[in-house]
């Protein structure tokens, strides 16, 4: 828990670092707010010893007395209103930071962490737990902050007013401690819990929704949902555990030791020679125990909550924490799209290396193909050459300088990317392929004339502004990689990767794909991983890979004359299915 509250602390210092004027005033009002509550009772006081028991009805001092009670109380009422206002404000706008900069975080995360992350919990991250941050402001500034400084300045009071009664209020604290401790131990593994069960359930909703159609198809509802329902089980019973810890030790224990404080405190006043001035001792007392009791009790009703938040702070800060890649800013750039890879080796775990001593030469405006059984390395050789990860050993050179050392801003300007499973945003056909570059309706219509998408986009209902739906709900697989394809040659690329971007797709589709591909010939480097051969049989070289090295290479013709060849064996066996 200690590690949590100091990452926690830490979320907090930066995201009010903009704000710290701010800041400052609602703690100045929150200074003046308690010490006008604490006088209140003074004031009080003086008007039952002066004026009330001694009879000495001096109107024009009692009236004084009177007013400063209420306008003391009036102000104090109106400076926590101001602060509260302007905490509550510097709270949201810290979210509202907060929120970006976790999302631009995550934008910019190597692909190894998406390996392993999930969804769902992501999702919470951005935004359940950055909401969380908001409670931490305002029940740690507002609340926690609030009361403590009220409390000290309630026992200074008390002890200037009768240091031997403020010893009895004093034990009271270290009792609430106690308390405290004591609940801390039986619920902060239950708030624990539940806060991660609650990513969990977030996270197996956005899976069963992404994977419906799939889920129905193997009438997989009824088994999805006892797995949800056990998941949603525990997180009650983690949630009616806490429930518990705060019936038994919050509230009802802090209200039996008001009692108590009161008792003892009425006894040793009734076991003294008092005398009238100590009577308005007794009612300033009177007031201060409710002083002091409540800003204890609101301390630890916050307690739950605040444990909560702090979980989810350490959790927003560890994400933030998340190593992500350096920005690589440079002048260098893609020219012509030549393409060398020398002596490469890669593995994604210690030990288990994919790519073995690889190396291979891709001239400018060539098309490549690139082929081999499941598990060969073509992914995690196109994921090399996007740059996704960084070869153990070895180099790739882009028009004979190093690939990590161009310009990130003006290498995903110059290389474009059509995967095996196109994304599409529940946008309109132009937004999917514009994807915020601010290009004119030219440059997108000729991306879409150049991917043969054109004529289907203006059969849509209202053409380029129709909304394709969630995922792209409203096309056809074919379509959909069509969009794709429109969406990559829009940035003008001067290489264009293809990961599998036939595979789903019927014959006549693919027919486009190859004669639009043909037209980019010579103008731009094209390497393409293809599953279906077809897709690759006029590339101008073929690579053939088999665990991580080149097995084969050549041409669509060369390679069919090798005898018991890979490329023969795939070409065959695939000619045989049709």
């Known amino acids: 828990m200690r590690s949590e509250t100091v990452r926690a602390l830490e979320l907090l210092r930066d995201a009010a670092k903009p704000d710290r004027q701010h800041l400052l005033f609602g703690l100045v009002w929150l200074l003046l707010a308690a010490g006008l509550e604490v006088l209140g009772p003074i004031l009080g006081k003086r008007f039952i010893d002066n004026h009330l028991l001694p009879r000495h009805l001096d109107w024009p001092r009692m009236i004084a007395l009177l007013s400063g009670v209420l306008l003391t109380g009036w102000a104090a009422t109106s400076l926590r209103y101001l602060q509260l206002v302007r905490l509550s404000g510097l709270a949201m706008r810290s979210v509202r930071r907060l929120r ?33 941050v908001k409670t931490l402001y305002i029940q740690v500034l507002f609340v926690i902050l609030n009361e403590s400084i009220l409390l000290l300045g309630t026992m200074i009071a008390m002890a200037w007013l009768d240091w031997r009664l403020m010893l009895i ?29 609650r990513s969990d359930i977030n996270a197996q909703v956005a899976e069963s929704i992404g994977g419906m159609t799939v889920l129905q198809a193997h009438n997989a509802a009824q088994r999805f949902g006892t797995r949800f329902a056990d998941t949603n089980r525990n997180y009650y019973g983690a949630r009616l555990a806490e429930l518990r810890a705060n019936a038994w030790l919050l509230r009802p224990m802090l209200d039996l030791l008001n009692i108590l404080l009161l008792a003892a405190v009425l006894y040793a006043f009734g076991k003294r020679d008092f005398s009238a001035v100590e009577e308005g001792v007794l009612y300033a007392f009177v007031s201060y125990i409710a002083r002091v009791v ?53 593995g ?12 291979l030469s891709i001239p400018a405006g060539s ?10 390395g073509k992914s995690t050789l196109l994921s090399l050459l996007l740059r996704f990860y960084t070869p153990q050993s070895g180099r790739i050179l882009v028009d004979g300088q190093p690939l990590e050392r161009i310009g990130d801003a003006a290498f995903r300007a110059d290389v474009g990317l059509v995967p095996q499973d196109p994304f599409l945003l529940a946008a309109s056909a132009r937004e999917n392929i514009d994807m915020g570059r601010g290009l004119n309706d030219e440059e997108i ?36 990689q069509l969009i794709a394809i ?72 060369q390679l069919m004359e090798i005898p018991e060849g890979i490329y023969q064996r795939l070409y065959s066996l695939q000619q045989l299915e049709e």
């Open 169 to 197: 209020v004093a034990t009271l604290i270290p009792a609430v401690a106690l308390i405290v401790w004591f609940y801390q131990r039986r619920s902060a593994p239950a708030v624990t819990r539940s806060r991660a069960l």
């Open 100 to 132: 970006e900069q976790v999302y631009g975080h995550v934008l910019r995360l190597p692909m190894q962490f998406f390996d392993t992350a999930i969804t769902g919990q992501l999702v919470s991250r951005v935004t359940n737990d950055t909401e969380a």
């Open 445 to 480: 219509e000729a991306a879409a004339r150049a991917a043969r998408a054109h004529d289907f986009i203006l059969a849509l209902e209202h053409g380029y502004a129709t909304p394709l739906g969630e995922g792209g709900a409203r096309l056809s697989t074919g379509q959909k």
């Open 348 to 359: 994604y775990l210690e030990g288990q290396t994919v790519l073995h001593d690889l190396s």
């Open 486 to 557: 429109a969406r990559a040659l829009a940035g003008r690329p001067r290489i264009l990767f293809l990961d599998e971007a036939t595979s789903h797709i019927d014959s006549e589709t693919e027919q486009i794909v190859q004669v639009a591909l043909d037209e980019l010939r010579g103008k731009v480097t094209v390497i393409a991983i293809a599953h279906r051969l077809s897709t690759i049989r006029a590339a101008d070289r073929i690579v053939v890979l088999n665990h991580g090295r080149i097995a084969e290479l050549g041409t669509h013709e």
């Open 294 to 346: 409540e800003p204890l009790i609101q301390i630890t009703l916050q307690f739950s909550q605040l444990q909560q938040s702090v979980i989810a702070a350490a959790r927003v800060n560890t994400l933030l924490h998340e190593t992500r890649n350096a920005e690589v800013r440079s002048d260098a750039r893609v020219t012509a799209g030549a393409v060398e890879v020398g002596h490469v080796r890669f």
């Open 367 to 376: 098309f490549t193909g690139i082929v081999g059984h499941t598990g060969s």
